[in-house]
C-alpha cells in the first residue's frame, strides 16, 4: 500500500527528510494498528516537504493507497 507523508513546516528552520520521518514514526505505527494492517506493507513511502510558513502551527498529512 503505497503512502505518502507530506511535510509542512511551521518555519523556515532546516529540517532534514529523515529526521521528520523519524518524528513521525509513531503516528504511522498508530495509524497501522487502527486499520489492523503491519507498518512494512506501506511501500513505497514518499516523503514531501511542503512549503513552510504555510501551516502556521506546521502540519503532517498521511495519504494511502494507489493514487499517492
Avoid: W
Wanted: charged share 25%; with cysteine.
Amino acid at each position: 500500500m503505497p503512502l505518502k507523508i507530506v511535510f509542512l513546516p511551521p518555519d523556515n528552520r532546516r529540517r532534514d527528510l529523515d529526521g521528520m520521518y523519524s518524528a513521525c514514526k509513531p503516528y504511522q505505527d498508530g495509524i497501522a494498528e487502527v486499520m489492523h494492517v503491519d507498518d512494512s506493507l506501506f511501500h513505497p513511502v514518499t516523503l514531501i516537504r511542503g512549503a513552510a510558513g504555510v501551516e502556521p502551527e506546521g502540519l503532517v498529512i498521511f495519504e494511502f493507497g494507489r493514487d499517492v
